[in-house]
């Protein structure tokens, strides 16, 4: 039997068997081994995540604290739950440096993580939740903070900041639809979810000034903080925001417009706030103090949330500054009783802002221009012990090892321009429907050399209406602007002789070679009421080189469709209306100071503007002009008074570029005129100027005058006049045609002008002859005029003269009447350069005049009168013969009268004469040629006399 097995069974069976019975051994291992570290696995996990992590990580925190801090830091419990992705920190308390007091802490920190974002390495916090935080900032000096050591220990090295600023360096494509937005916010690598902040406590203080700030009572809930990339998160937090400042609450209150609206409204409400604790924080010396200062804040946001657009919010409410005072270097620079802002619907995502009303009230603000140049409200962000200087603009090249992504390889350090589509901003409007500035104050004072200057205004009230600012179209547009009162006051001052500042060069530019492009102002209204202002101007130096004060009252002035163009430079006006004013100027005696031509002057890269105006006019207007200056080119002091002052302008346009200026019309119905000239020596000329600076070309095409009256006294004794008296005219009339001044080349061409109607009355009064004072100065600087005037017509005139002086010249007193005078004269050339006028034709038809020689005692001969009479006399002569002898060339081609009549009377029994006489004449033909007459020579000369009748 046996040996029958051995056969049966072969040695190769045997092999496979024992091979088969040790590979399930094997096996068998393998299995309880790989079941042994799958049970471990979740246990290791699981020690490392409730027991390990947090055990180091609470030491590794404490040492770093101890170590590189020198704070305590303390953490009661630390638990981190690795399956669910939860971490739990209570009592976590961190001291300041070396002291027991404590800096930050909190009373409970829990974080819950979303597992399957943590799997798609794409973390997402589900709920933040930060219990009674607590936290103490204190400002130990200007550069110092109690929290500088925690912030160096994240200081980055010079690499990882290269680094950062290439990133920053690429462009930012922003979404630009919802489905744009909803990627984005899908490729996302997280997201906080259920963010809470509860019972928050804040403790700033400022040790270097001395202001301790506290915000307690600190919460804030928001479903989401920042939008992750997973969906479907439950929100259970509900928005809330409310805290206590320094006692005071400000808080975010939710409102639902409906119950089915899925919209939000949060107000935000806080009363008294102080801005002076505000401004002590300041990370820097400010060049101002903050002395007082108070905010109200209530605000609305309306957050929209449709169910297929994008979230967006409006913001609107109320916003009030009140008592607002503010110094530098002990000297006030603002003050504000009040700013009220009202808000209507803001949309920042749009880029569409709306205010309803903007009332300041009291403002006053104090400007100063130093000799720099430099305005005080420039320095408001520097330093108090930093002076800000002008510099010049340069372009900043990149940072060595900082590459633009729009660089090509090899273009480092050099300066790359950005394209006009990734620099060009996004379109914004800003719309306010009502600004109110009440009692303003404003006061600025410019102590450069340029033009020193202090100026002020005072009750400066303000009103504008309805104005939109449109950033995408660059046009800014105002319904209207009114302003009920205002009192200013200017006044410019120099040392006399003092250089006009530096010299500037003319050929530098200023500017930037290609400018931005300006905005459009549209204007539709501005009204002025009842002004006033000042101006005293001491300064002699200036190409003004006169003195002068003046004050303007009641001042009146409407503007309507004024269009400003900074593209163009041009400025379009379609009516400026001014109706009642009244006006003082005074112009001051000096001593005269020489100008130079280019004093004044400013270079500039900026094109010129060009000035239309529709319709310039002026009404009831009144005024006074004195001028005791000796030094001007009149060389008379004088004084006027114009009343009833009215003048209407149409279709103005003036170049400063091409130096042009056009005038359609110019009328003027009613008005008077009173001038008296004042006595004074003779022998003044006008100040010595260099020829040069502006060369305007003035066009006119129509003047018009009508129902004017004025009346003239001359009170001087010394001047060439040589003779005081007394003039008026009534009911005048004037029309001029095509009038064209060049003042560059020194020329006046006027087509016509006409007379009709108008009465005069001339006395020449009694007074004692005077020696004359000769000339110490030569003649007035600058090209002479050269004046043509191609027709004079006046017609239906009528006057007195009547001359009562007994002395020089004439010796004899007479009154004369004229009636029904008309004369034309055509083609009159004058010129001042060569001191010649030249007429070629003068008619009169139709005329009367009525002359009477008054009697008077002619003086005697002999006593002591007679020889005081003759020695003055005798003065007078040698006088006249030393001046230098002066005067004008006058020829007339042919003078022509014809139907006129005259009446002659002498009644004076003293003359060479000796005989009483009367005479008439009537219809008289005359005609005169070639007549020349040379009054520096005295010599005239006629060519012909002809009369073809009279009786």
């Known amino acids: 039997m046996i040996e029958r097995l051995k056969k049966a069974v072969s040695t190769d069976a045997l092999k496979k068997a024992a091979s088969r019975a040790a590979r399930i051994r094997i096996s068998r291992r393998i299995g309880i081994g790989i079941g042994c570290f799958l049970i471990a696995l979740p246990l290791l996990y699981a020690a490392l995540g409730f027991w390990v992590l947090p055990s180091y990580i609470k030491s590794k925190a404490q040492g770093i604290a101890t170590e590189k801090l020198h704070r305590q830091l303390v953490i009661n419990k630390l638990d981190f739950n690795p399956f669910a992705f939860t971490l739990n920190v209570e009592g976590f308390s961190l001291s300041e440096p070396n002291s027991e007091e404590r800096f930050v802490g909190f009373d409970q920190l829990y974080v819950e993580v979303s597992g399957w974002s943590v799997l798609k390495m794409t973390p997402v916090v589900t709920e933040f939740r930060l219990v009674n935080p607590f936290a103490r900032i204190v400002r130990l000096s200007e550069k110092e903070r109690n929290f500088d050591d925690i912030l160096a220990l994240f200081k980055k090295t ?42 928050a406590r804040i403790e700033l203080e400022n040790r270097e000034k001395g202001t301790k700030t506290l915000i307690s009572d600190f919460n804030v809930g928001l479903p989401y903080l920042y939008r992750g990339p997973v969906r479907g998160i439950a929100r259970h937090v509900e928005p809330e925001f409310h805290a206590m400042i320094n006692g005071k609450k400000l808080e975010i209150i939710r409102e639902k417009p409906s119950e089915d609206s899925r919209d939000r409204i949060l107000k ?34 309306y957050i929209h949330r449709p169910k297929d657009g994008a979230t967006s919010m409006d913001i609107g409410g109320q916003v009030t500054v009140r008592s607002v005072h503010m110094t530098q270097q002990g000297k006030p620079l603002f003050d504000l009783e009040k700013l009220d802002l009202h808000l209507g619907q803001n949309s920042p995502v749009k880029g569409e802002y709306r205010i309803n009303r903007l009332e300041i009230v009291k403002p006053e603000i104090h400007a100063i221009s ?17 002076v800000v200087a002008p510099v010049e603009d340069e372009e900043t090249p990149p940072q060595a090892g900082v590459r633009n992504a729009a660089m090509k390889p090899g273009e480092e350090g050099k300066v790359v321009k950005a394209s006009v589509e990734e620099a060009e901003p996004k379109g914004m409007t800003i719309a306010l429907k009502e600004l109110l500035i009440k009692k303003a104050r404003l006061r600025y004072t410019d102590q450069s050399d340029l033009m020193p200057m202090d100026a002020s205004a005072s009750s400066f009230d303000l009103t504008v209406n309805d104005v939109l600012l449109d950033s995408a179209k660059r046009e800014i547009t105002v319904g209207r602007v009114s302003s009920p009162s ?26 930037n070679d290609k400018e931005d492009e300006g905005y459009t102002l549209r204007l539709a209204k501005l009204e002025i009421a009842n002004w006033s202002a000042k101006l005293k101007n001491s300064n002699t130096a200036d190409f003004a080189a006169l003195p002068v004060s003046a004050t303007v009252n009641k001042f009146g002035l409407t503007i309507t469709d004024a269009e400003v163009d900074l593209n163009t430079r041009a400025v379009k006006v379609g009516q400026i209306q001014s109706s009642g004013g009244s006006f003082d100027v005074a112009m001051h005696s000096t001593t005269s100071v020489a100008v130079s031509k280019n004093d004044g002057k400013k270079a500039g890269s900026t094109s010129p503007f060009t000035v239309q105006v529709g319709k310039l006019g002026i009404a009831n207007w009144s005024g006074k002009v004195k001028n005791t200056s000796a030094r001007d080119a009149a060389a008379l002091p004088f004084s006027a008074v114009v009343s ?19 005038v359609a019309c110019v009328q003027s119905a009613g008005g008077s005129v009173d001038v008296t000239l004042d006595d004074h020596p003779a022998g003044n000329k006008a100040p010595s100027a260099a020829a040069g600076g502006s060369a305007f070309h003035i066009t006119v095409g129509q003047l018009g005058i009508t129902n004017w009256s004025g009346k003239l006294k001359n009170n001087n004794q010394g001047d060439l006049a040589a003779l005081p008296v007394s003039a008026s005219i009534s009911k005048f009339g004037l029309n001029i045609d095509n009038t064209r001044v060049d003042m560059k080349q020194s020329t006046v061409a006027v087509s016509q002008i006409r007379s009709t109607g108008g009465s005069f009355d001339v006395l020449m009064e009694n007074h004692p002859p005077r020696v004359p004072v000769a000339s110490s100065s030569g003649k007035e600087a600058g090209t002479p005029f050269s004046i043509k005037v191609g027709k004079v017509d006046i017609a239906n005139w009528s006057g007195k003269v009547k001359n009562s002086n007994r002395y020089d010249p004439f010796e004899m007193p007479f009154s004369a009447t004229l009636t029904k005078l008309g004369v034309t004269v055509d083609n009159t050339d004058i010129s001042l350069k060569d001191q010649t006028i030249s007429v070629a034709s003068v008619s009169s038809r139709g005329g009367n005049a009525d002359v009477e020689l008054e009697p008077y005692k002619k003086p005697t001969s002999v006593g002591k009168r007679a020889a005081a009479r003759a020695a003055l006399l005798a003065s007078i002569i040698e006088a006249k013969k030393a001046q230098q002898a002066d005067g004008f060339s006058i020829s007339v081609g042919k003078v022509a009268v014809s139907d006129w009549s005259a009446r002659m009377k002498n009644k004076n029994t003293t003359d060479r004469a000796g005989l009483p006489i009367s005479g008439r004449a009537q219809k008289v033909d005359l005609s005169v040629a070639n007549v020349k007459l040379d009054t520096k020579k005295r010599d005239i000369s006629i060519g012909e006399i002809a009369s073809r009748g009279a009786s």
């Open 644 to 662: 009833r002052l009215g003048v209407t302008v149409e279709n103005t346009e003036v170049d400063l570029k091409n130096e042009t200026i056009t």
């Open 268 to 301: 935000l409400n806080m009363d008294n706030i102080d801005l002076t604790r505000i401004f002590n924080y300041v990370p820097f010396h400010p060049a101002y103090k903050f002395n007082e200062g108070w905010l109200d804040l209530n605000l609305s946001f």
């Open 370 to 386: 130093d000799k720099n140049g430099v305005l005080n409200f420039a320095n408001l962000l520097a330093h108090a012990d930093k």
């Open 486 to 511: 205002t009192a200013m006051d200017i006044a410019f001052s120099r040392e006399r002789g003092k250089p006009g500042g530096e010299k500037v060069d003319e050929d530098k530019s200023t500017g």
């Open 158 to 199: 010079e690499g990882e900041e290269s680094k950062e600023e290439a990133v920053q360096a690429e462009p930012d494509k922003r979404p630009q639809n919802a489905e744009e937005r909803r990627a984005a916010i899908r490729k996302r690598k997280f997201g906080i979810y259920n963010f809470q902040i509860i019972d």
